[in-house]
């Protein structure tokens, strides 16, 4: 069964430094998402994207974040100077469609620990 | 955001017998929602979903649940088995955002006892 696949599974970055997560969404699926989960919080929604720009982003996702499609099959999240606070599991996701409803596929995440 | 709410954070079942995971919303704008599965070191995998237009919906043994006017969902698992052991999250969708944006629940850890 196609998934999405995230790397690296676990990243450790000093504070103030830029990281890069990376994900391969599913061939076929044409948006993709970026969740995170703070330890002992809620699943967030971060950002969707589609046709090579984002569509809805949250309060969370401030100039700090970026998102990009390099290629055909790589979907990044940038943070530009992480903070402490930025620690968290990042998911990523990708669907067929965007209508409402469509399930989102998530990949087993980034744990971002930042020092 | 307390928009999405799981009220139990853990439910504990006999194999064989029926597991009830309960989810309740405040935003009545939300249309669609979803049943995900998580275990440990992996990411949220889809189970079942339900539009605001239906009150059930079932696939093989889980069955989701929607009653609208008490904004209360609730996904029924039978049999249980061992394996349905996990972090169980409810997810929802609304009208009036321009994608697909997700709002989630506290999560529920189901341990089904053999």
């Known amino acids: 069964e196609p998934e999405v696949t995230q790397t690296p599974s676990h990243q450790v970055t000093q504070m103030g430094q830029e990281v890069i997560l990376r994900c391969v969404p599913i061939?076929?699926?044409?948006?993709f998402y970026w969740y995170r989960q703070i330890l002992g919080q809620k699943v967030e929604f971060l950002v969707s994207?589609?046709?090579?720009?984002?569509?809805?982003k949250s309060e969370i996702f401030d100039d700090q974040f970026s998102v990009e499609r390099p290629d055909g099959s790589n979907f990044t999240l940038k943070i530009r100077s992480t903070k402490l606070e930025d620690s968290a599991m990042y998911f990523c996701?990708?669907?067929?469609?965007?209508?409402?409803?469509?399930?989102?596929?998530f990949g087993d995440g980034t744990r971002l620990s930042i020092l | 955001d307390q928009q999405v709410k799981q009220n139990s954070p853990s439910l504990s079942v006999q194999e064989g017998r029926i597991s009830i995971l309960n989810c309740d919303y405040t935003?009545?704008?939300?249309?669609?929602f979803l049943w995900y599965k998580k275990y440990p070191a992996e990411g949220p995998t889809f189970l079942i979903s339900?539009?605001?237009?239906?009150d059930k919906n079932e696939d093989g043994r889980f069955t989701v649940f929607l009653n609208k006017s008490a904004k209360h969902l609730s996904l029924h698992i039978v049999p249980s088995q061992p394996g349905d052991s996990a972090v169980y999250f409810c997810?929802?969708?609304?009208?009036?955002?321009?994608?697909?944006?997700?709002?989630f629940g506290e999560g529920t850890q189901l341990t089904v006892n053999p």
């Open positions: 996701a990708s669907s067929e469609a965007g209508e409402r409803g469509q399930p989102q596929h």
């Open positions: 061939s076929n699926h044409l948006y």
């Open positions: 994207f589609y046709n090579n720009e984002i569509s809805e």
């Open positions: 935003n009545s704008m939300f249309d669609y």
């Open positions: 339900i539009s605001s237009i239906k």
């Open positions: 997810a929802a969708s609304a009208v009036e955002t321009s994608g697909s944006r997700l709002t």
